[in-house]
């Protein structure tokens, strides 16, 4: 087995009004032609992990790798290995997708007729060719990050960098980017993807490392993480927060871990979810409860991480003044503006 | 996305081996951007336009409104004004370093170029260098602005073209400050707030619009010697002759105090913007 990436003991603290531990001992390993997910919330240290890897920032103590080379003391040469896109689809805005993607050629320093080759194929493999001179403000934004992704894919790099490939992307823009990752890997190439989307996660990387904190809480595959976790969560909303405590005691033996009960919204982690359901309906049919709302889903972040910590995500926490119903209509609404593909299956 | 196998990597360009190479790399790389920058210019035609018929209308608004009342002795106001004019247009326009560099960092574009296996001086000498070639051309608009309102340069085209090259240096000088300030600025909203402050005392406080001897004695002083009013002076004295300034010095005085304050803030400027560059995280 080959590491592409190995990081130990990674620290750095930002200086300023308030200092801000980004990263506080990091640790993992990266086997070469493989996808490894780092999954995390908002300000969990992914992105500075990403900077720190790609030359961009330089840590306080501990080491980083990139197939071999250490990111600080050889910087140089770590650039010409690794290929960067990151969240915030760093084109140029004012020129057209060719020539974002001759620009970046260019600098890369590669021959003049390789740099118009590439771009010719990049647009191609991107579905790009149609709109390839057209300036980037006429771009969707699915279409942004495809170049993006390109543009990082130029100098044909060994170790690819995703830092959130598809945050704000439309479902059908996800599954897009997720078709091309896929068949990236199956190129060869050593991918290190950071996501705020266990779907994501599950669906593209082999290994999993949930961060939080700037420090590694938990390492496995997807599999693995799931099998601890449950595969579905069932979601239950009653008329009153008595019925919700009933329904707590009843849904407890469903799954794994107990259920959790906040407000008149239970909820249960379990590993078949039709046979879950059922169980669930007959049983608080037999007690005479009528629940307002019956979903099954799948799980996210947020479950990965009450299973993990106890505690749910930052932003989640910073809410603790509000009603669950806020709680819940907030969650509601930042699901949507994400977008998430979830399986929600209705239950009538 | 069609056929999207990727073939093993193998394009990786070698890592310059030498100084020499070095140099080449840096200045390969700040072509690149400046072509980049460049480009951007003739994208937004609206920006490049709207950006001349400013200082246009200070022509016209000088030359007609608050001219009349202005006295100049040894020469017309027009002839007194437009070389004024040339240096508050590139003053002004050094502004735009200082936007650009913002909005790379914003957008992220600067992240990109950090991780690329380019020049690290490139990204500083291309913008400035953009911004350079971008002001021939606004010296080129203003003098054609200035001949139809009748401008009439009296010294002849060698000391023109020396006047002209004057204000591109010390322009150039600016950019590198206004890099600094671009650099310094969380977003380029800012960035363009900030720089006007710096850039309004310079240009009105000077030797540009208004005879110095017009001005109160202890204000005379910075008026003459600051940077702007050097590099006005010494532009006035070479395009309308060194009467035209009323300060009874010569023109190679003028010229001299220019091109040290211009070297002397390139001195300061550049390992500044290059310090804030590499530290701004």
């Known amino acids: ?348 | 996305m069609t056929t999207a196998t990727l073939q093993p990597p193998a394009a990786a360009p070698a890592h310059p081996s030498g100084p020499l190479s070095n140099v080449r790399w840096l200045l390969s790389d700040t072509v690149t951007l400046t072509r980049r920058n460049l480009l951007a210019v003739t994208r937004i035609p609206e920006a490049l336009f709207f950006s001349t018929v400013q200082p246009i209308m200070f022509v016209l608004l000088f030359r007609y409104v608050f001219g009349g009342a202005i006295h100049t002795d040894a020469t017309t106001y027009v002839n007194y004004l437009m070389p004024g004019i040339f240096v508050q247009t590139v003053a002004f326009g050094a502004v735009s370093t200082s936007i650009g560099l913002a909005e790379d960092l914003q957008k992220g574009l600067i992240e990109r170029f950090r991780a690329l296996p380019m020049s690290r001086g490139a990204v500083l000498l291309g913008r400035t260098t953009a911004d350079l070639i971008r002001n021939i051309f606004v010296i080129v608009v203003m003098t054609v602005v200035g001949l139809l309102v009748g401008f009439r340069p009296t010294t002849g085209a060698l000391s023109y073209i020396g006047a002209v090259l004057l204000i591109l240096f010390f322009a150039y000088a600016l950019s590198w400050g206004f890099a600094i300030v671009g650099l310094t600025a969380p977003n380029s909203e800012t960035a363009q707030v900030m720089s006007f402050p710096l850039i309004f005392p310079l240009t009105f406080i000077s030797a540009a619009f208004v005879p110095l001897s017009s001005m109160p004695s202890w204000l005379q002083g910075f008026a003459t010697y600051q940077p702007f009013s050097v590099t006005v002076s010494a532009c006035r004295s070479l395009m309308v002759g060194a009467a035209s300034t009323g300060t009874g010095k010569s023109t190679s005085f003028w010229v001299w105090q220019s091109l040290a304050w211009t070297v002397g803030l390139l001195i300061v400027f550049i390992p500044l913007a290059i310090r804030k560059y590499r530290t701004r995280t």
Do not use: C
């Open chain 1, 1 to 348: 087995m080959t590491l592409a990436i190995e990081v130990h003991d990674l620290k750095k603290t930002f200086k300023g009004k308030r200092e801000v531990r980004a990263l506080d001992g990091v640790g993992f390993g990266v086997e070469e032609g493989t996808v490894f997910g780092l999954l995390g919330p908002n300000g969990s240290g992914k992105t500075t992990a990403v900077r720190v890897l790609t030359t961009i920032l330089q840590a306080d103590s501990g080491t980083a790798k990139v197939l071999g080379y250490d990111v600080q003391k050889k910087a140089a040469l770590v650039r010409t290995l690794i290929g960067l896109a990151g969240q915030y689809a760093a084109v140029d805005e004012n020129l057209t997708g060719r020539e974002n993607l001759q620009m970046v050629g260019n600098l890369n320093h590669l021959p003049r007729d390789v740099v118009a080759k590439r771009a010719v194929e990049l647009l191609a493999q991107f579905n790009l060719t149609d709109a390839g001179d057209r300036p980037l403000k006429t771009y969707s934004g699915g279409m942004r990050r495809r170049l993006d992704l390109a543009a990082a894919l130029v100098a044909r790099p060994t170790v690819l960098f995703l830092d959130e490939p598809t945050t704000g992307l439309d479902p059908q823009s996800r599954n897009d980017l997720w078709e091309v990752i896929e068949r990236l890997v199956g190129g060869g190439t050593t991918v290190l993807l950071t996501t705020q989307y266990l779907e994501e996660a599950d669906r593209l990387a082999s290994q999993l490392a949930v961060i939080d904190h700037g420090r590694v809480i938990a390492e496995g595959t997807p599999e693995s993480m799931k099998a601890d976790l449950g595969a579905t969560v069932l979601e239950v909303s009653l008329p009153s927060i008595d019925d919700a405590a009933r329904t707590g005691a009843i849904l407890d033996t469903l799954g794994p871990h107990t259920a959790l009960v906040n407000g008149t919204l239970v909820e249960v982690t379990v590993d078949d979810g039709p046979q879950a359901a059922m169980t669930a309906l007959r049983a608080l049919d037999a007690e005479g409860i009528a629940p307002q709302t019956f979903n099954l889903r799948e799980p996210s972040l947020d479950d990965v991480f009450l299973s993990l910590t106890g505690h749910r995500t930052e932003e989640e926490q910073a809410d603790d003044d509000v009603t669950p119903k806020q709680r819940r209509r907030r969650r509601r609404a930042k699901e949507l503006e994400q977008a998430m593909p979830v399986a929600t299956g209705e239950l009538a």
